[in-house]
């Protein structure tokens, strides 16, 4: 089974909204990664949050992670159209060599 | 800098045909690895690298193989390809220190097995 599993799994929103996507995870991790997948295309990397930080952000993106409750949000403020794309939450555990992937959330924003 | 380049774009075997995906990064980076993607899915590690010379297996490494014999190269190897195995591969790359960091992805590779 997946270590990180995304919600909603499908957003659609309209340009200029805000778009929040979740991702939960079973065990302690080292820290948790989003990326972003543009159809057809590899993943980029968006950003890292160690697992003793709570908070970041980089320009419209602001990451959340609750170590209690195993989960990490992922909030993109003013939306534009190409921001349309899957995003994906990854795990690296402690002290492991892994970095496991969620199923992703497609988002869909309507210009 | 080129970044990570995969090879070929694209493929298809035939049922128990064996290839190699080729794999090169030139950022120097130590941690290298192979993911398949399927369909509306996340992605899966097959095999991973944490420096040349040195190998281990991912969530699904059955019908692969790899091997680092350079920092550079991280091959993919498919021994008998299988219907199962179609899918669009992803190589990647990351600088390794108390775990696994931000990771460079390459374009991809889709291959379809008949």
């Known amino acids: 089974s997946q270590q990180g599993e995304e919600d909603p799994q499908a957003l659609s929103i309209q340009e200029g909204e805000n778009a929040t996507m979740n991702c939960s995870y079973k065990?302690?991790?080292?820290?948790l990664q989003w990326y972003r997948q543009n159809s057809g295309r590899g993943l980029v990397h968006l950003i890292l949050?160690?697992?003793?930080?709570r908070e970041k952000h980089s320009g419209r993106l602001r990451v959340t992670l609750d170590t209690s409750k195993k989960s990490s949000s992922l909030l993109i403020t003013a939306s534009r159209a190409a921001d349309t794309a899957s995003y994906f939450c990854?795990?690296?555990?402690?002290?492991?060599?892994?970095?496991?992937f969620g199923g992703g959330t497609r988002l869909m924003v309507k210009p | 800098n080129a970044g990570v380049t995969q090879t070929p774009k694209f493929q298809v075997l035939k049922t128990g045909q064996s290839m190699t995906l080729q794999c090169a990064q030139d950022?120097?980076?130590?941690?290298m690895s192979w993911y398949r993607q399927d369909p509306g899915m996340g992605l899966r590690l097959i095999h991973y690298?944490?420096?040349?010379?040195?190998?281990d297996q991912g969530e699904v490494p059955n019908g692969y193989n790899v091997s680092r014999s350079t920092t550079e190269d991280f091959p993919l190897r498919l021994l008998s390809a299988a219907p199962s195995q179609t899918s669009v591969y992803f190589c990647?790359?990351?600088?390794f220190g108390q775990g696994v960091y931000e990771q460079y992805f390459g374009p991809g590779t889709r291959l379809t097995v008949t």
């Open positions: 950022m120097n980076h130590e941690y």
């Open positions: 690298s944490v420096g040349a010379g040195i190998t």
């Open positions: 065990t302690s991790i080292n820290n």
């Open positions: 990647a790359s990351s600088y």
């Open positions: 990854a795990t690296a555990l402690n002290a492991g060599n892994m970095l496991t």
């Open positions: 949050i160690r697992s003793n930080e």
